[in-house]
Each structure stands twice: as C-alpha cells, then as structure tokens.
C-alpha cells in the first residue's frame, strides 16, 4: 500500500512539474505583459517604464526557475493587476470555487448514483428510461445556455431565486445545478453500468443464498463493489468541474477563482494565471491521487496487494 | 421413513421470450430424504442449475416457477413470502457455487462474509459468530483459520475459496446443501478433496444435499440416489446402484456408454456419443423431447410419455417403450 | 467544506425561503452594480472607468470642473495662481479633516504629489502625473507644484485624476493599504472592501463645503456583476437600484418598463478607424493610397450605425478627437456615405475589384462588425480579428494593423492635447507618421496662448481629416438605468456621481 | 479420483450449449446486426438529424433565403414567424439585420466543420498515442500514459481560453486549440483496445510470418479496434462542438461574421431577457446536433458490442 502511494505520489510530481511548465511558457507567449500591465490609457513610456520594473526583459528560462522555486514556497509573486499576492487573491477566491465545487459534484452524486441505482435494479423501467433521458440531455446542453435560461425562469418570471451574488446558500442552489448536471450523466451511467454488473455477479447470488435481505444485497454487497469506479470518475470530474466553473461562475456572478482566471486572461495577469493553472493542474492531480488511495481503501485487491 | 426434508412435485418453470414462453423445466418430482445425497447430472443447459436455484427461490424474476408441490422440512414453499424465503436461506438451506472465484464478494474479509449468515440467522454476538467461523474454516481443512478470518477472497487460492464457501454453507448447520458442479471450476488435483469433504461433511452432519454434476464418476461414488436430466425433464431417477446396473432410459445408457466409469466400463471398449441436436422448447412441449437423437425413437414418441416405475421400484424413467427399448430390438453387442 | 456541502443539499428542499432583502429607499441604501473588477480602489492604481467613480466619491482634488458649466472651481483648494510656465501656488482650504480624522494641510499635498509623481512608485497611469515634478511647502496652507514642462491642460488635471491623499496613513499603508482601507476627504467614506468583488461607501458626515455638494444617500453598495443580464435580472428582482453602461438595445426596453428610469449621456469616448497610411505594416499596403483611405471614409454608414446601433445622445463626428475638447476644430473635410464613389476611388486607385486585407477590433464586437460589413460591401474583404486589447496594442506597437477600430476616451480629459496628440506625435500607435501634424501638435500641446492652441490644434486636424489617417465615427454613449426611486441626472463625462443623487 | 473422466467431449458435439435460454433457431449474425441497427430508436434518430444537418450543410447556398452576411441594420431583430414575424424572415433577423435562418443553416457548416475536423486531428493524435503505447508497451506506454496524465491534469477551457486570447479568435486556430486538446479519450480507448487485441492469436500469427509492425498495425490491429474509433469519434466531435460553443460565449471563439451557432448564441445573449428567441433558437439547434451526435455514438457501441449494451 505504502509502495502504491509512494508511486503514485511520484507521478503526480512530474505531472504538476510538467504542466508548470506548459502553463508558463504557453502564457509567456500571451502578449506584451507591460502593455497589458499599464491598461487602455497608458503611452508607451508608460509600458516601457513597466518593462523595466518588472525585468520582462530578461531570458523566460531565468524568470521560470524564478518563478517555480518561489511557488514551490507558496509564494506566486504579486498580481500586475490587483498588486497584491497572487496567493492572497487565489486563497480568498477559491473558497467560492471549492465550495460551489463540492456543492455540484455533491449534486451530482446525490442524484445520478440513486438514479443509477433504481436504473440498474429496474432496467427498462420508466424510471430507467427517464435516467437514461436525463443523461442524453445532460451530455448535450450547452451549461450556458443552461444557465441562461435557469435564471430567465427562476429569477425572472418565478422570482424564486436570486440571479447572482454568493450571500447564502440560497445564491448557491442554481449555479451548484448547472455546474453539477454536466457531471450527472457519466455518473449515472457508471453507476448504472457497475450496479447491473455487480448484481449479475455470482457473489450477488452467495450473499441472496445466505437470505441476506434486498437491502443488504443491494447496498452492502453490490454498492460497494459498483461505486469503486464511481469514485475515480467523481475525482475526475470535481478536478475538470473546477477548471470548467468558469462559465458558470461568469454567469451568476460568483466572483471565484474560475471568473478570476478568465479576467485574468483579458488583463493579461501573467502571475495570477499561471498560479491558477497550476493550481486549477494540482486539483485534478490531487483528487486523482486521493481517488486512487481512495479506490485501494474501498477495493482490498489493490489496497491487500 | 419419516417425512423427506425435500419434495417435489410437477416443479415447471417458465421464461417468456420475444418467440414465445421457453419451457425451461417441466414437471420434475423428486423427494430427498434427510442425510441423503441426489446427485443430478445432466447436459449444460439441461435444466439441472434452474432446478436447484428454483428451490433456493434464487430465479431471475423473469422465470415463473410452478409446483404442485414443493415442501422443505415442512414448509410449503410455494406459498412462503419473501421473507420466509429469506429466513430459509442460509439458514436451512445452503448453497454451494461453480465459481469460488467469483462467488465471495471481493469488497469484504472472509471472516465478515463467513459470520454474516449466522449474524443474520442467529441471535449470537460478533464473538461467538467469529468462533464458530473459526471452528468451521478448521473443519474444511484450512490451517491458521485465525489468520483467514482477516483475508480477502482474492488473496486465497481457488480451492481455499471453495473450502471458505463450504464452511460458509454450514455455517447454520442446515439440513439441505445444493451444490452446483462445486468442483467444475477447480484444478483436477484438488477437485477430489474438495469432493470428499463436502461429502464427508455432509455424512457427518446429517445434511441432505443435491449435488449438481457432470462427472458420472462422482456419482457412481457419492450418491444415494440419482436423477438424469435432460431438456428441462428428468428422465430417470433411481438409486445410484440401480441407475448405474440398470439404466433404462436410452438417454441414460448413452450418457453411460459416453463415458467409462470405473469398475462398470471395461477398457479398450469405443467411447461412444449422442448425435442430433436439442429440440427448441419454446412454445408447446410434445412427445419425447429425446426423439430426435433416440436410438429407439418411433412414432409413438410424439404423443404422451408415462412416466414408468421399473421392476424392481424405486426406479423411474420416462420412455413409452416400456423396458426403455423398442420392441423386437435386441441390445446391441 | 462538508456543512456547506450538506447546506446545498437542504437547499432544494427550501426553494421558498430565498429572495435577498430588497434593498433601497427603505433602508438608505443604493444598490449599485459595476461590471469590472476594480484591481485596486487606490485611484493612481487602476485605470478603469470604475476607478474614476469611486475615486471622485471618496477623494477630493485641487480643483473641481463642474461637470454642466466646464467651469473650474476650488474644491480642496480655495485658489491658484501661476507663478510661471512651470509653477502653480494654491491657497488651501482650512478646517478639511481625512475620513480617519487626519487633518488637511500643504502637507498633504506635498506627500501626495511628491509620491505619485515618482516614477519608480509605478503609479498606474504615467501621463495623469508625470507632467509634475514636485510639490513643496510654502506654509501649512499654502503649496506650490513644479512642472517638468509647459503644460497648458494642468488645472484640467488636478481637476479631474489627481486627487490629494492624507501623508502620514499613506506613508504608513502604501497603495494596498490604501487598496484595502480607503481614507479620503470625499462626500463618502469606504467602509467595506472585498477586491474586485464588492464595496460599501457610507455618507461622509463631516464632509466639507464642496462644490460637490453633499451627499443625500447613506449607504451605497457597490457589487461586481460581469453580465449584463445578470445585472438586468438582479435589477428586476429588486435587489439592484442602478445599472450604468447599459448597451442602447436593452436600455430601449427598460425605457417601456414604468418601474425604470433611462437616462442617456454623451461620453468622451470616441470610435475611430485607423488605417496605415505610413506603410508600417508593408510598402505596397493600399491604405498608404490616400484615396483608398477616402473610399473607406465614404464607405462606411455612420449615420445608420448611430441611429440603429448607439442610438441616445451620440453622435457622427469627423475629427479626430470630442467635439467638446479644448482645440477640437469641427470645420474639417467630411466624407458622407456614398459606396458608389467609394468603389470608385478605389477603382482610381487601382483595385477596381476591391482588395483583401485583416481588420482588428477590441472591443464593441457589434459594431466592429457592422463596420467591417460596411467595408465587405464596396469590395474591400476583412479578416476579422477580435483581440484582447493588450494583444492588439502590442501588434500595433510592433509592426502596426493594416486597418482596426480603436476606440479612445481621453480619460474624460477635455482637452485635444488628451487625445489628438497622443496618436499623431510618431508614437508607436502612430500609423500616418506625418511630421507637418506632428509639428503643429508640439506647437499646440505646449503654447501658454490659449489661441495659439487652438490655431494649431486645427492645422492638424485639418490635414488628418483631409488625408483621413484616422476615419473617425462617433462618440459614445452611456445608459444609465435605475428604479424610480432614485433620482438623479447624469453629466456627459461618463462619471457616476453618488453625491447627485437622492430619493424620490 | 483419477480415471474421472467429464463428459465435455460430446457435449460439445451435440452444441447444445446454452440453447435452453435462447431460441435455437436463431437469426444470422447480419439478420441481427440489422435487428439491431433498426431497432435502435436513438441511432435511427441520431443517423437521421446527422444525415439532414449534413444534408442542409452541403448544400447551404441552395437552401438559404439569403446571403448570411447581408446586414440591413434597418432592420435588426425582427421576430420569427411563429413570434409575429414576416415570412421573409421565416426565424427573424439578428442584431445587424442579418437573415437568422440563412445564418442557421451556413452555421451547420461551421459547427459541423469544427467538430469535424478537430475529432480529425484529435483522433489522429491520440490513436497514434494509443495504439502506440498499446502495441509497444513498456516505455512507450509509460511516456504515452503520462502525457494522458498532464493533459488530464491542464484545465481545458481555461488553456484553450488563453492559447485562443493569444492567437486570435479564428476558424483555423479554434479547430487547432481543440484538435490538440481533445485528443486523451483517443489515446485512452485506443490504448486499452490495442492492448486487448494485441495479444490475439491472429496478431502474434502476423508477427510470427514476419509482417512488419507497420503492416500488423494498419491491417491486424486496426480493423479490430476501428468500432471503437468511431464511438469516440462522435463522442469528441459533440465535445469540441459544445467547447466551440462554450469559448464563443465567453467570446474567444470563431470570429464574426461567421455564422458559428455558439457565437449566435452568445451574441443574442444580450438581448436574452427581452428576444429569447435569439438564444433559444441556435441554442435548441446545437443542442439538437449535439444530442443527435452523442445518440450516433451510443448507438453505435451498442451495436458493434452488444455485450456493452447499457
């Protein structure tokens, strides 16, 4: 077990090194960084006296060990835009990002692996079809536009939710849907998928041999073993959900680090992207890794190896 | 005797499909007697697995199971709920699996999935489950049981797993067992022990059990009585001595001319074997479903088979030729 | 994490509870959105319209322009006078006190000017301060601001960007301090910052007898809504007072709401085509013929676009700066829309079957492409390219753009020097590179002669407008939208103004 | 127990096996491939919507009423037919007076072009990834599954928004952006489907008579993984159609005028609250491509592999 850690741990490394890497040399290429530093109305003196302070002109190799060891500290220099610490900035929003990630992948699993579930037990029963319904349309609607019309019928014509803002949970429930449906479909059907493969499995049989009850065949015995791969994809679909909360967030206003990551796109906000990059790159292969030591911790044939 | 702790009467079972109801299994009878061991043999796909699943009540919902009569240690099982079933199961009855492999969930230890029928059953504590856990994994012969408890399936060898899955049958001391060919899957090395175990087991306890099998030469060893399938009817039963000296259904004696059996089958002499294929059973079952590969087959066959008791009694077989031959034919050299 | 979790998965069950307390006239309180994020609420900090917003409600300048008459009035100074070409004294107004209670005083002055002036402090936008080069003490009311040249726009300046800080806490705090924990002398002290997200400003009790006037409402809440649909949903929910910047299509239907109130100012942004007439982007460029620079001129429809597309108060201008600004010279060749003559100038010119060329836009995509449809149609083809604006200026700056629509809004500086002379004075963003306009222009941006000024100021335009090296547009507008309980009039300079506003 | 001999032998002659739970007189694999294909509500449906998109793509100039680029800023968002409209606006103008349904229909073009061509470049990336890390294996495959690694690990919208930033928002660079982006699923499936196949008897009979690895590739290995292709073929392609979308509402997506579905969306969001039909109409039009797509997809798998049938 500790091996497999360890192992794992190794490749999330050179990943992360790698994709730093990626990241800032993609955005090294983004533009003259002065230019966009001094804003709409600045002269080109202006620009150059920037140029000059923040030594835009030396090698990119120097300004990325710079870079990197610095980050390796926690520390991804100062935003060109706000001028404060970049990690400051991603700390204050990120919590709005993580939570409205938690929330919709929560969203998701609390309703794609109970549809799953029944859709497994009852396959071509009405509730299977409807599943199978949502999870076709889930795959095929634009979360925008999605979003778009949520808040035409939700804060316009039924005045039942507020359109944007972060106050309470309230504010929370549309942007958590929208950001959790695109997600939903997948689950399900993995869910779905393990769930009628498991029940078909002759262990299945052993446990209704013994008169264990539905119940306890079907939660203890079969769930178990179907959610394992659930697992794995819910890990990587709160890693892309987070990288993907930029629509979302841009659209209810939800001032996190995913909007924050678009602006700082437009504003050419070199450290503030590439710190998100980066950290937007660590989140996957976080959940990923903690998916893994996850997966042995429910599945003793990989965590009793 | 005193009552059989299993008997069965007419047992039918039923699969619609696109094409019509599929008549899986039809009219089987049958009676088991405590401590007694049937031993079904049969073609794959003759019926034998749906029959034992059938009385576990483990069918698929799709399969309609009929009876006219179906009673186990004096319960009616065709009028038993589901949860009559239940509290049966495991406790009662048991059963064993082809597949050790895949027969233990791979999620849990062997020692939760040994105690949990007894958990389940028995108003006994963690401990007193885990001791008799203990006592049982000794009895199948598997050394430092203490040590298994904590194990998961896949760290055992298939035929560990088969000896955890004969404990975890007896584990409430029922009195009928069905194995389903529980050596099939195994390495031919070990398949003997595990045999001679159950067996062995089984005596000692005074279960009943039902073993499903190809192997006729298990049989010829083991059983107290046998029942032939074939086509989802069982077309001779008797005792084992009885169906081996004298098998009167043609069916029977070319599954016996098939294969040598020790002691019966002299050596050099031709392995025979059944041409034709199965008829379909779908929609309405007629005449003799063996006519189409019967030596003996004639027109008769087509309409109603009797259901005959032979001589000596104790011996059935379903043929219209009454000694299980065609008249006038003498048994070929 | 795992409470809020379990709080979202209580929130479907609840879906009747939510609606936000609705703000307003009922608890003095102005629900304003703005629609990008501010970087810093230091003023010398940001360079967004925004910024100005808040920088005119929480500090105070020198001088005050009022925004109607144009007339400079004393605002944290009671006086000025120029000792010469290089040297402004003013006579400070006493009895001022900080939001943090820090009293007003020449020191004050000097701090600020000495600081922001600095280069290597890297105040945001260069031009706003570098024409000073330091203030100093003459006594505790009295100050005097040295100029680095002649520069006739100063008093328009200390009007308008520059803006005094109090010494001792802007020692102590620096620009993010200042950022996070705003104190100014203005009509409103902040009293919340969450960066780029949302501010609370409060009623500043003690304020000073301003030519601002006094602040009405109490509170004003400040939220950061990216889309405008949002913020037109979060207006019809109530939880909005006032939107501003409003596009003119959804300002028109918000007019037929009886609850809105659209009020529509002119602004000093001004959209433009500008085309490389120096060659800088090849030699054989067809922009370099004067007479295509002309058919594209005639080619465009202006005034359709302003009349289907900006609509309110904007207008079809042909110099290259705002009709308003001191020195803009209306009196310059105009070219009416006339494809026919366009298509024949260009056949004059050689391509009698129009020519392919890349058209660059940052901003107002609607009417970039409207442009670009407009120059499709006489036969000139366009490669659009919507950049972001850093992008685009850099490929300017490099090798400039065959043609792209640029837009400029003098940072409410109403004066030529603001915007004429920063395109023609062979900067990197100059595509025509005509020494004669460059002459004239640094004859004009440093005379002392107001006439003078304004004599060369329209030389150049002149010939800017004859050899159209820029084919100017229009000016914008700005809608302002709010409910009707608020009352308020907005002023052409595309400044929002808490303290004109009240309650019905 | 030795001289226990099972009866195996003639069962297998008899073939009965499994017979009891199917009707042994079965239909013909290519009876039951049609079977299927025609019993398949969602692939019939997908073929079709498909079928007709590219039908109205091909021949756009024959069918649209008018040139998708014609402004008439005269007249600007007029409503559709069914909303009060005149006919010669059937789905009503845009916001520069352009003609919608001409603009819809030359729009199946971009969307079509776009998915298209970036599951093109996409899969020829990640199937070369793939297959190469399943027939080789050790190093290969170690280099080939960490490079699926990082690009799992680099947040799509946001590298595509930034490279798209950069280079400037066209048909050509969003088709590069997403063709490079898109290829993991490629490389995943093609990996493990190579790694099944490699094995079989019929490539290690091809690599024991001496074929080159070329040729075992192209013609034992390929032919047996291609059902697989195509199901992520479809798969990527309403991936990158929904991404192009998705970049062109947050405004760096393909440049105007062109006609994509996700810049008309985007472009009538602003008018979203008062002329839904702007959004709502190429908004229900790619999600219908998309769902049509995706149904192609499922289908697809259902058919060529029954025993994945969901």
């Known amino acids: 077990m500790l091996n497999f850690i360890l192992k794992r741990l190794g490749l999330a490394v050179l990943v992360a090194l790698t994709v730093s890497a990626i990241s800032f040399s993609l955005l090294f290429m983004a533009g003259d960084p002065a230019a966009a530093l001094a804003g709409e109305q600045a002269t080109d003196v202006d620009i150059e006296a920037i140029r000059r302070l923040y030594g835009f002109d030396r090698p990119m190799i120097v300004q990325y060990w710079e870079w990197l060891s610095r980050a390796l500290q926690g520390d991804f220099g100062e935003s060109y835009y706000f001028r404060l610490p970049v990690s400051d900035l991603i700390m204050e929003r990120l919590s709005i990002t993580m939570t409205l990630g938690v929330c919709g992948i929560s969203f998701a699993l609390l309703t794609a692996v109970p549809l799953g579930v029944v859709a497994a037990i009852r396959p071509n029963s009405l509730i299977d079809r409807f599943a199978l319904f949502l999870s076709v349309m889930g795959q095929a609607m634009p979360s925008f536009w999605f979003g778009l019309m949520m808040i035409v019928v939700f804060s316009i014509q039924l005045n039942w939710l507020p359109p944007s803002g972060t106050k309470t949970w309230v504010h929370f429930i549309m942007p958590t849907i929208v950001l959790g449906y695109y997600a939903m479909p997948a689950i399900m059907r993995l869910t779905r998928a393990g769930m009628l493969d498991v029940l078909g499995s002759d262990y299945i049989r052993t446990a209704r041999a013994k008169g264990a009850g539905e119940g306890r065949v079907l939660f203890k015995h079969a769930l178990r073993n179907a959610i394992i791969p659930v697992v794995s994809l819910a890990a990587v679909q709160m890693g892309f959900m987070l990288g993907g909360s930029i629509v979302v967030e841009s659209i209810f206003a939800l001032h996190g680090a995913g909007y924050l990551a678009w602006e700082s796109i437009g504003r050419n906000d070199l450290p503030t992207v590439q710190a998100l990059i980066l950290i937007f790159s660590m989140f996957y292969i976080v959940f990923t890794f903690l998916s893994d030591v996850l997966n042995a911790w429910l599945d003793p044939r990989i965590r009793v190896a | 005797m005193s009552e059989p702790v299993l008997s069965v009467r007419n047992l039918r079972l039923d699969i619609p499909t696109g094409a019509g109801t599929l008549h899986a299994v039809r009219g089987i009878d049958f009676d088991l007697e405590r401590g007694e061991t049937l031993c079904i043999v049969g073609e794959s796909g003759s019926g034998k697995s749906l029959t034992s699943l059938a009385i576990m009540d483990l069918l698929s919902k799709r399969i309609e199971r009929k009876a006219d009569k179906l009673v186990f240690d004096g319960t009616d099982l065709t009028k038993a709920g589901a949860k009559k079933m239940r509290a049966l199961r495991g406790d009662r009855m048991a059963m064993i699996f082809q597949e050790p492999m895949t027969s233990l969930n791979p999620a849990y230890t062997i020692g939760d999935q040994l105690m949990e029928a007894l958990l389940l059953h028995r108003k006994v504590g963690k401990a007193e489950a885990r001791r008799r856990a203990v006592e049982l994994l000794e009895k199948v012969g598997i050394t430092g049981a203490e040590r298994r408890l904590s194990q998961y399936p896949h760290q055992l060898s298939g035929g560990l797993r088969q000896r955890v899955m004969i404990a975890m049958a007896l584990m409430c001391e029922p009195e009928l067992i069905i194995a389903d060919e529980p050596t099939t899957a195994l390495d031919v090395t070990i398949q003997a022990q595990i045999l001679r175990l159950l067996v062995d087991l089984t005596r000692e306890m005074n279960v009943a059990m039902i073993l499903i099998t190809h192997d006729l030469g298990v049989v010829a060893r083991v059983a107290d009585k046998v029942a032939v399938m074939y086509a989802g009817e069982l077309v001779e039963t008797g005792t084992a001595k009885k169906v081996f000296d004298a098998p009167m259904h043609p069916y029977t004696r070319g599954l016996l001319r098939c294969i040598p059996v020790p002691g019966k089958t002299e050596r050099g002499s031709e392995l025979g074997s059944i041409p034709g294929i199965v008829p379909s059973l779908v929609g309405k079952v007629s005449g003799c479903v063996f006519r189409t590969r019967c030596e003996e087959a004639t027109e008769a066959c087509r309409g109603e088979i009797p259901y005959r008791e032979s001589a000596e009694g104790r011996h059935n077989f379903r043929c219209v030729h009454e000694t299980g031959r065609r008249a006038g034919v003498e048994e070929p050299a | ?504 | 127990m030795p001289g226990s001999i099972r009866v195996f032998g003639w069962l297998e002659m008899a073939r009965t096996a499994d017979t009891l739970l199917e009707d042994i007189q079965g239909p013909t694999p290519g009876q039951m491939l049609r079977k299927r294909i025609f019993g398949h509500q969602g692939l019939l449906f997908g073929v079709a919507v498909l079928g007709l998109l590219l039908l109205v793509a091909i021949f756009a100039p024959l069918l649209a009423p008018h040139d998708p680029y014609a402004q008439d800023l005269l007249a600007r968002m007029q409503p559709p037919v069914f909303l009060g409209g005149s006919w010669e606006h059937p789905l009503g103008t845009d916001h520069l007076g352009r003609d919608y349904l001409s603009r819809l229909i030359y729009g199946a073009r971009i969307s079509l072009l776009i998915g298209g061509f970036a599951a093109l470049i996409s899969g020829l990336i990640g199937t070369a990834m793939g297959v190469a890390a399943g027939y080789f294996g050790g190093r290969v495959d170690m280099a080939v599954t960490f490079l699926i690694n990082v690009r799992l690990a680099m947040p799509v919208v946001l590298v595509a928004l930034a490279i798209v930033a950069v280079f400037g928002g066209s048909l050509q660079v969003v088709i590069l952006v997403l063709g490079f982006l898109l290829w993991d699923r490629f490389a995943v499936v093609m990996r493990s489907s190579t790694l099944q196949v490699r094995s079989r008897e019929y490539v290690t009979a091809a690599q024991a008579i001496g074929c080159s690895t070329s040729r075992v590739i192209l013609s034992e290995i390929m032919p047996n993984i291609v059902n697989n292709l195509i199901v992520v073929v479809t798969l990527e392609m309403a991936h990158a159609i929904l991404l192009e979308a998705a970049l062109s509402f947050l405004g760096l997506g393909v440049q105007p005028p062109t006609p994509s579905w996700g810049l008309m969306v985007s472009e009538g969001k602003q008018m979203m609250l008062f002329e839904p039909w702007l959004v709502a109409i190429p908004g229900i039009t790619l999600f219908v491509l998309v769902l049509a797509i995706n149904l192609l997809g499922d289908g697809l798998r259902d058919v060529t592999a029954p025993e994945n049938r969901s």
């Open chain 3, 1 to 504: 994490m795992k409470s809020l979790s379990l709080k979202c998965g209580v929130a479907a069950l609840a879906l009747m509870v939510a609606g936000a307390a609705h703000a307003g006239k009922s608890d003095d309180t102005l629900n304003v959105a703005f629609t990008k994020e501010l970087e810093n609420v230091d003023s010398y900090f940001n360079s967004s319209r925004e910024g100005v917003v808040m920088q005119r409600a929480v500090w105070d300048g020198l001088v005050y322009r009022d925004p109607v008459t144009n007339e400079y009035k004393g605002n944290l100074a009671t006086s000025w006078e120029w000792i010469d070409d290089l040297t402004l004294e003013f006579k400070l107004r006493e009895g001022v006190k900080f939001h943090n209670g820090e009293e007003f005083d020449a020191d004050d002055v000097v701090y600020t000017v000495n600081y922001v002036a600095d280069e290597k402090n890297g105040a945001k936008t260069q031009r706003n301060v570098n024409w000073m080069k330091s203030a100093e003490k003459v006594d505790k009311y009295t100050v005097r601001i040295s100029l680095k040249k002649p520069f006739p726009a100063a008093i328009e300046f200390l009007s308008g960007p520059v803006s005094m800080y109090p010494n001792e806490y802007y020692a102590e705090a620096g620009p993010t301090g200042m950022g996070l924990k705003p104190v100014g002398t203005g009509p409103y002290k902040v009293t919340e910052v969450e960066p780029g997200k949302h501010f609370v400003l409060e009623k500043y009790e003690g304020y000073h007898d301003s030519p601002k006037g006094q602040p009405e409402i109490g509170k004003i809440d400040i939220r950061t809504i990216p889309d405008v649909n949002t913020q037109m949903a979060e207006l019809f929910s109530g939880s909005l007072d006032l939107i501003w910047q409003v596009p003119a299509d959804q300002a028109g239907k918000l007019a037929t709401m009886d609850q809105f109130t659209v009020a529509n100012e002119s602004t000093m942004r001004i959209g433009y085509l500008t085309l490389d007439a120096a060659g800088r982007t090849g030699e054989k460029n067809p922009f370099t013929d004067v007479r295509v620079r002309r058919a594209v001129a005639h080619a465009v429809n202006r005034e359709a676009l302003v009349a289907a597309l900006l609509k309110g108060k904007s207008k079809v201008i042909s110099t290259a700066c705002f009709p308003s600004q001191f020195g803009c010279f209306q009196d310059v060749a105009s070219y009416d829309y006339d494809p026919e003559k366009a298509k024949a100038l260009l056949a004059e010119a050689g391509y009698p079957d129009g020519f392919e060329t890349d058209f660059y836009a940052y901003r107002d995509r609607e009417y970039a492409e409207a442009i670009s449809s407009f120059l499709n149609a006489v036969g000139i083809k366009t490669n659009f390219h919507m950049l972001q604006y850093s992008a685009l200026r850099e490929l300017r700056m490099k090798g400039g753009t065959p043609v792209s629509f640029q837009t400029w809004g003098s940072y409410s500086i109403n004066d030529a020097s603001a915007i004429t002379s920063q395109f023609f004075k062979f900067g990197s963003l100059d595509d025509s590179r005509d020494e004669e306009v460059r002459d004239w222009l640094d004859v004009a941006d440093s005379a002392t002669d107001p006439e003078k000024r304004k004599e060369y100021y329209a030389k150049a335009l002149t010939k800017i407008a004859d050899q159209a090296y820029w084919v100017p547009m229009f000016s914008y507008n700005t809608n302002y939208v709010f409910t009707n309980e608020v009352s308020y009039t907005p002023t052409p300079d595309e400044v929002l103004r808490f303290v004109d506003m009240s309650w019905n």
